[in-house]
């Protein structure tokens, strides 16, 4: 049995349910984008499952269920099981699907080569998506990149719905993994420069707890400036530099220390370990 053309609500399959599916689940639900009762989930068990139950979704075991089910169809495996999965339900995919892969590192030919190594029937509409995890409060940075058969309309029902977990961009596949390094592994370099702006301010004397809030508000109300004025971040910095004064004298220490070129080479690191990651 294959999915069928769908002309009532729409109904997003999850093949794979760990913390990015619940994630992404969970802002086209709070945006309204997808009712609960017509998301379904499918894991070997039900340990992330009951997440997904929580939210009113419905949950199988069965990936060929979530195929027949849903023309739309996240897969949200681990990189090295997505091959075998696909491979599993092969049979039960056909023309009417839209499938999108949010495994990291794993490229659309991986998806789309020529037998005998083919994983999907030929025609498969595929669609590979870069997350990050602040799509868990739908404040994502995301792309996305097609594959060879998915058209202007499958990129923009994708980017549509992925607007409710935060920003969605479509890039040429070849800079999704330059995102993991920026975004994806980024989140962990903000964390380090928040975590290092309050241990700055408690070694000033500040209590631990303020200082951790007050940087994240920082970062937070920065970045929220910087998307809402359109502004070049030096613009902004230079906003906040008065000739003589404290920030200059901070900004100074920081290029002593080499924070943009260890910024750009952190970057750089993660984005050639997506690339050997490939491999």
Known sequence: MAAAAETG???????????????????????????????????????????FRALGCRTTHSNHEVLQSCSLVIFATKPHVLPAVLAEVAPVVTTEHILVSVAAGVPLSTMEEPLPGQLLPPGARVLRVSPNLPCVVQEGAMVLARGRHAGNSEAELLQTLLEACGQCEEVPEAQVDTHTGLSGSG???????????????????MPSGLAYRIAAQTLLGTAKMLLQKGQHPAQLRTDVCTPGGTTIYGLHALEQGGLRAAAMSAVEAATRRAKEMRK
Request: proline share 3%.
């Open 9 to 51: 609500p729409r109904r997003v399959g999850f093949v794979g349910a760990g913390r990015m599916a619940e994630a992404i689940a969970q802002g086209l639900i709070r945006a309204g984008k997808v009712e609960a009762q017509y998301v379904l989930a499918s894991a070997p068990t039900d340990r992330n499952l009951c997440h």
């Open 187 to 205: 989140v962990a370099f903000v964390c380090a420069f928040s975590e290092a702006l309050a241990e700055g301010a408690i070694k000033m004397g």
